[in-house]
């Protein structure tokens, strides 16, 4: 069964389902309707996840060096022009 109704579509979109139907050798209906259905069946799948993988690495201990003053930590990765 289908439904005749009457959509107003931007001049991009058209134009750019005016093109997919070119290449398809489809009418500009099929083209639509194939269309839409994709965009209506990837609403319904889950995008996948990646898994993110943090590795952790050994910094060392650097003596002298105060990690509860933001300053001295700047100055000794940044160097002392680190303003």
């Not at 799948?45 to 060392?60: A, E, F, Q, V, Y």
């Amino acid at each position: 069964m289908s439904v005749r109704t009457t959509v107003t579509l931007d001049d991009d979109v058209v134009s750019r389902v005016k093109s997919e139907s070119r290449s398809r050798g489809e009418p500009f209906r099929d083209t639509l309707n194939d269309l839409l259905r994709l965009a209506l069946l990837s609403l319904d799948s889950t995008p996948r996840r990646r898994k993110l993988s943090i590795k952790p690495t050994h910094m060392g201990y650097r003596p002298g060096l105060n990690h509860d003053d933001i300053a001295s930590l700047l100055e000794y990765g940044e160097g002392e022009q680190h303003r």
